[in-house]
């Protein structure tokens, strides 16, 4: 839902969205969109917040799978809410970027604009340790489908590239605008996220009804 808001601040109209080479740009892309950056950073601040909640159900799933001292999990735990922290922090230094309502306040808007996207991008680099974390776990124990598991592995090295963000202003591993330094790690996240619920959610029911069936006497 925020990446539809997201695309009603026309990243690719006039003023697009800046890379970091053209933060410059950032107080005009703000002025235009204000609204709807709002929207899109409350949601993602929002969906952020949820998946801390679905992180404290895969853990428990996990670490109830593995035998002690059960470190996957635990590298699952501290990845997930580190990277959290930092997309987070990211988001709340956009939204001050949007509360600039003086001159001498628009002036920072460009250098908030590159830190918002540096922090998010280091979040995005640091759930690279919840996705290798969950992988290992799950190719140790089988608690879920090894799909999931090589999935997870995937997402982990497509959110390793936004390590990278610094050393780039432009292409494909800007903070900002960058396939690798931005999108695709963004995606994975999300994608995974969406089909581990899903056969979490699936796997619980399937073991709810056969415990039913199970628990319930047989009629003659």
């Not at 709002?38 to 670490?63: D, P």
């Not at 280091?122 to 974390?133: I, P, Q, R, S």
Request: hydrophobic share 60%; aromatic share 12%; net charge neutral.
């Amino acid at each position: 839902m925020a990446f539809l808001v997201f695309l009603t601040t026309s990243p690719t109209g006039s003023p697009g969205l800046p890379d970091v080479a053209d933060a410059r740009f950032a107080p005009a892309y703000f002025a235009e969109n204000l609204d709807a950056i709002r929207i899109s950073t409350l949601l993602t601040a929002v969906g952020t917040t949820v998946f801390l909640w679905f992180l404290a159900h895969l853990w428990a799933v996990l670490r109830a799978a593995e035998p002690a001292p059960a470190q996957g999990s635990v590298t699952v735990l501290v990845g997930g809410v580190a990277g959290s922290v930092l997309v987070l922090a990211g988001l709340a230094l956009a939204a001050t970027s949007g509360l600039s309502t003086t001159t001498d306040q628009a002036l920072n808007v460009s250098t908030l604009y590159v830190a918002a996207a540096l922090l998010t991008a280091f979040g995005g680099g640091v759930y690279a340790v919840f996705f290798l974390g969950v992988a290992k776990v799950i190719f140790r124990t089988g608690v879920m489908a090894k799909w999931l598991g090589w999935l997870a592995v995937v997402a982990a090295l497509l959110c390793a590239c936004a390590f990278m963000t610094p050393f780039f202003t432009a292409n494909v591993l800007n903070a900002a605008t960058g396939v690798l330094g931005r999108w695709c790690w963004t995606a994975a996240v999300v994608v995974w996220l969406f089909l581990a619920g899903g056969a979490m959610a699936f796997g619980e029911r399937r073991q709810t009804r056969a415990a039913s069936a199970v628990d319930s006497p047989e009629v003659a």
